[in-house]
């Protein structure tokens, strides 16, 4: 039973239900790990910002940004707080996606250049990386800077290409979605006047 597991038994569930594509599942999960973490004073650990993350992303998959903004917000508080770097950066991330998603580019402006800021100065995984610069491609989209919007794409294209390996064999995808995304969005932005 879902109420005898532990939030990470939960988390993990959860994004094997996004995968899956069934959202109201996995939002059910995530909402399970947060109440459940908070139930067990998790707060200065890794479980309560992590199922923050995964509600937060579970709402987005629904198409529902403006109530993913607040569990976002307050995981990038709890990850200050506990002075984990790494961790702040990727719940920045997923915070910049939020605020692109509900077209504020601008506010979401500072918030990746914070986590970029906490990218460098961390020892980070190619694919982390990798993401964080399709964020911010996404970014320079949404602001309508096509000069900027290129270069982070370019710049995707290359890490994620980098990554076909990781794709076929962590994820057992046959096509690597990074590069077919960049690819994608490249073109458009080429075919459309500056």
Known sequence: MAGMLD??????QATAARRAGRL???LDLASQAVALSRASGQTCGADLPQALTQL??????LQRPAEARLPQEEAVALSRNAGDGLSTARALRHLGGILDDMAAHGDAVPVYA??????????VAPLEMANAV?????NAEGRGDQREAEARWREALDR????DAVFRGDFGLA???GVKEARTRLSRLQASPV
Do not use: F
Request: proline residues 5%; aromatic residues 6%.
């Open 7 to 12: 939030p990470q038994e939960l988390l993990q």
């Open 24 to 26: 109201s599942e996995a």
């Open 56 to 61: 937060a992303q579970a709402l987005r998959d």
């Open 114 to 123: 914070e986590m970029m800021a906490l990218y460098q100065a961390a020892e």
């Open 134 to 138: 399709r964020a911010l491609a996404c």
């Open 160 to 163: 994620y290409a980098a990554l």
């Open 175 to 177: 096509d690597n979605p």
